[in-house]
């Protein structure tokens, strides 16, 4: 498989993408190719840091401009024509790679698979899958942030899409899907989550109704739905949490040698978890329901959260989900049971 | 002061109301009357636990009916006219009480207060700010799920009435009010946070913009104004993560005698952070813009997290917020700067 790593996006680049490109070379022999996109001499540097250069295996594709943080997404995607975002969007639309990762611009990249890949039949609204941690294993939380305002019948295709990521990617058999809401209840809910709840009702997945906050992180839910907004703050917030009561505690520990003796004998419990709940672990989240594989990273990716991006492209590659999904969606399968 | 407390609110009630009354009345002589409302043989078998019975400080009011966590909010509070919560806030509005507490049915509490006590003129929703934890302190969240489907002259007032509890209750000088969203820059949002946004802007009010869940336990804000229903998932998402990343670092620390040992010596520092992460410490949520004080506990509130909410109710009855609310959305005042 061939795969193309937007060199250019994300808050450490083109650092962090060549050591994540490098890493992943050496350890997914099923990648035939990796593109690095982005201007090729600060590319060339970056390789040579790690002693690499470029090969069969790895090349680089220069692309002028680079699209920011703080680009307007749409605006950017149409400006900046030879970013290495939209250049690498560029190369799965032309079948030169299977699949595109980055780190950059969420909007934008976005915005980029939506005007340049197109979405799949039945499908209106791309939604970012992000694989999160719970007790027994792992959830996908979706959309989590690809757009705001959806409607009922974006739910609805999320809680499809998602369902087939979490059982041909994730390998859970009949995944539970929920849509989140403020209680339980099917009555309880916004506006939004009460129109979506009795069409994913009748759609052909395993639903289980609304799920609470306090049930995600306790695998209340393989999937769970809402819309980009909920989405993007209930990650954000939960992310953010995570490392701030490891920081807290650290704190804590330094205050005193005797805590700090302990916490060296304890030192293995407290990895494992802060590996548990730790945004890197889970790779890239992928955007479902454009016509191509997409993987977004982090901004502020480490190399080994965008060594998991590659990854998560990788058995998406493998598994190809995007027939399984036009099949789910088409009309016939669509319409509700009689 | 004078206080009711529902004391058959919750899912541990009679049992924690009653103790945390006890509680309080030995810790806070300013409470010259706390009313628990309640099946009086039930709250009179519980104070017996506690070696209490009724007094002048302690009063018993009877109410025949309970109105359960599932009950439809508005309905419940219409037929169940004799409900501890119901009498509870009755108690309020006829003045023989200067405030409320309850555990119970969140909708049934803020559409029991709506429709007994009336919103304050110049709101037109009530909204829940629940206190959390930061690094350096406390920040308020509002609504934290009083209603869903806001608009954004809700929001505006969310953020006048936050600012005036930061700054009277918790003592915050000027309070940066931020608005929760997707990205900080004033463009990204959805339709009703970039509708909200100019209305704060004008507001009478320290407005710092957008922030994000990434700086929420960082301190990014001392008053996040979001709608109801993202307001409760962020609250439920935040609490559950804290709670299950404990109980995870537990789990790997009792799989090891070593790891037990060590965890042992630094045992101070988990109980720091443990209580400074927990809901109980911060006391309930107070529900802003309507005419009386009322406080809301969590429906699994413990004796600990219900003492902590009288003491919120008490904060409140001395500090009296709400003649500052009326005249900071008087329409003199709300009318943006020339």
Redesign the interface.
Known sequence: MKIALDAMGGDHAPAHPVAAAVQALARFPQIERLVLVGDEEAVRRELAVHGAQPSDRLHIFHASQVIEM?D?AVEAVRKKKDSSLCRAVDLVKEGAVDAVVSAGNTGALVAACTIKLRTLPGVDRAGLACPMPS?SGVWLLLDA?AS??ARAEHLLAYGCMGSIYAQHILGIPSPRVGL???GT?E?K???LTKEAFPLLQQAPIHFIGNV???????GAADVVV?????G???????????K??FK??KE??Q??P?????????????Q??KK??SADEYGGALLLGVNGICVKAHGSSSVHALFNSLRVACESVTRQVNPLIIEALSPQKHSPAP
């Open positions: 703080t307007s007790r942030g705001v305002d989140l809401s403020v209840e009555s809910g916004n506006e609470e906050g306090h049930g995600l992180f306790e809402c819309d980009g907004f909920v993007n703050i209930t990650l954000k917030t939960a992310e953010s949490l995570a701030t009561t807290w505690i804590e520990i205050a005193n005797l805590r700090m003796a302990g916490a060296l004998l304890a030192k293995g419990a407290f494992t978890i548990k709940t």
